[in-house]
């Protein structure tokens, strides 16, 4: 193989056209996550490139988040880690006061139309139908959020064939593992809101009483949305921290 199978705009700078193309291995899943990547010097000789092309488009990569360097292993595919992302918003802490990942508890698993915001983050058609799962997160059988959860069909077929009760704590290492899509980046927004007879009820708060909103986006290697996410968790349990360096 050489630089002409770089199948794309020969307008672009060649080291943009590798960076494609390796781009391409990873959200085809050919280049897993936590799998090293070839070396440089297997890439140079499998595009025909210059070590500098090779390099360059490694380091787009790097900075981009999809590739990470392991001093005197080489070079992997990064696997993000969403597993304490909520931390960062909720004190999600045991009876004992130690920190733990909620239990995940998929109450319903339905196909239907999704709202049109929804269609429109996952780019799908307005007739579109998606899986939608209602969840639960717990802590030591207390519900500490409540979630709604859109997926595309096409992507996750194969969740409708699971039963609810069959669904694993963490969703992102199950979607990958039963439907071979991988989360790679996410957006999340925050919003505060007033529960509703039906939140109050599910989080064992007062109807009217504040509640934290985070709305999120996954997305996949190629950036093409995934999953659309709304967790609601009580405001009395919410913290916010950032480190400004």
Same mark, same amino acid.
Request: proline share 5%; glycine share 6%; hydrophobic share 40%.
């Given at each position: 193989?050489?630089?002409?199978?770089?199948?794309?705009?020969?307008?672009?700078?060649?080291?943009?056209?590798?960076?494609?193309?390796?781009?391409?291995?990873?959200?085809?899943?050919?280049?897993?996550?936590?799998?090293?990547?070839?070396?440089?010097?297997?890439?140079?000789?499998?595009?025909?490139?210059?070590?500098?092309?090779?390099?360059?488009?490694?380091?787009?990569?790097?900075?981009?988040?999809?590739?990470?360097?392991?001093?005197?292993?080489?070079?992997?595919?990064?696997?993000?880690?969403?597993?304490?992302?909520?931390?960062?918003?909720?004190?999600?802490?045991?009876?004992?006061?130690?920190?733990?990942?909620?239990?995940?508890?998929?109450?319903?698993?339905?196909?239907?139309?999704?709202?049109?915001?929804?269609?429109?983050?996952?780019?799908?058609?307005?007739?579109?139908?998606?899986?939608?799962?209602?969840?639960?997160?717990?802590?030591?059988?207390?519900?500490?959020?409540?979630?709604?959860?859109?997926?595309?069909?096409?992507?996750?077929?194969?969740?409708?064939?699971?039963?609810?009760?069959?669904?694993?704590?963490?969703?992102?290492?199950?979607?990958?593992?039963?439907?071979?899509? &991988?989360?790679?980046?996410?957006?999340?927004? $925050?919003?505060? /809101?007033?529960?509703?007879? =039906?939140?109050? @009820? %599910?989080? *064992?708060?007062?109807?009217?009483?504040? &509640?934290?909103?985070?709305?999120?986006?996954? $997305?996949?290697? /190629?950036?093409?949305?995934? =999953?659309?996410? @709304? %967790?609601? *968790?009580?405001?009395?349990?919410?913290?916010?921290?950032?480190?400004?360096?």
């Amino acid at each position: 193989m050489n630089s002409a199978t770089l199948a794309h705009d020969q307008r672009l700078p060649l080291y943009q056209r590798l960076r494609d193309e390796m781009l391409g291995k990873i959200s085809g899943g050919e280049w897993r996550p936590d799998q090293a990547i070839p070396t440089e010097s297997e890439l140079t000789k499998t595009y025909g490139v210059a070590i500098g092309t090779v390099r360059k488009a490694v380091e787009v990569l790097v900075a981009e988040g999809l590739l990470e360097r392991s001093q005197g292993r080489g070079t992997f595919v990064r696997r993000p880690s969403f597993d304490a992302s909520l931390f960062r918003f909720f004190r999600h802490l045991t009876t004992e006061g130690g920190r733990k990942i909620p239990e995940g508890r998929v109450l319903e698993r339905t196909l239907a139309t999704p709202p049109e915001h929804v269609a429109s983050a996952l780019k799908l058609s307005a007739k579109a139908r998606a899986i939608r799962l209602d969840r639960l997160r717990l802590i030591d059988g207390q519900v500490v959020l409540i979630e709604e959860i859109w997926l595309p069909k096409n992507r996750f077929a194969a969740l409708l064939d699971i039963a609810p009760a069959d669904f694993a704590d963490l969703l992102y290492p199950f979607y990958e593992s039963r439907c071979g899509q &991988v989360i790679a980046s996410a957006k999340e927004t $925050l919003t505060v /809101d007033s529960a509703s007879a =039906e939140v109050a @009820r %599910s989080l *064992g708060i007062v109807q009217g009483q504040p &509640v934290v909103v985070i709305e999120r986006l996954a $997305l996949g290697f /190629d950036r093409q949305p995934l =999953e659309w996410r @709304r %967790s609601r *968790g009580a405001a009395d349990t919410f913290r916010y921290q950032v480190d400004i360096c």
